[in-house]
Nanobody, 122 residues
Framework: QVQLAESGGGWVQAGGSLRLSCVAS????????EGWFRQAPGKEREFVAA????????YYVDSVKGRFTISRENGKNTLYLQMNSLKPEDTAVYYC???????????????WGQGTQVTVSS
């Protein structure tokens, strides 16, 4: 059973940056797609970004394009989400996930991390 563990969340002022990391427990884990989702209080879980197995293709929700970058470092078995120019509306619990289906559909992801809180103050 693969386990995913996020880190890097915290509190930051608007305009600041954070980098989230997600480490898989199995070194040879190579899912078809890996992604980041977020959930704000009272809202449904939202797709943020995804990357395919070869790192050739990346996908982003419109609200984070140009500000967030998803990447993977295979040697460290780690997925990243670099978040720049953060806004208060980015405040949420961020989850990493891995699966083999549609990149923006939470139901198509099989493995999930426990989440890490990101709080952006104005």
């Amino acid at each position: 059973q693969v386990q995913l563990a996020e880190s890097g969340g915290g509190w930051v002022q608007a305009g600041g940056s954070l980098r989230l990391s997600c480490v898989a427990s199995i070194r040879t884990f190579r899912p078809y797609i890996e992604g980041w989702f977020r959930q704000a209080p009272g809202k449904e879980r939202e797709f943020v970004a995804a990357i395919n197995w070869s790192s050739r293709y990346t996908y982003y929700v419109d609200s984070v394009k140009g500000r967030f970058t998803i990447s993977r470092e295979n040697g460290k078995n780690t997925l990243y989400l670099q978040m720049n120019s953060l806004k208060p509306e980015d405040t949420a619990v961020y989850y990493c996930a891995a699966g083999s289906g549609r990149y923006d559909q939470a139901d198509d992801y099989v493995y999930w991390g426990q989440g890490t809180q990101v709080t952006v103050s104005s």
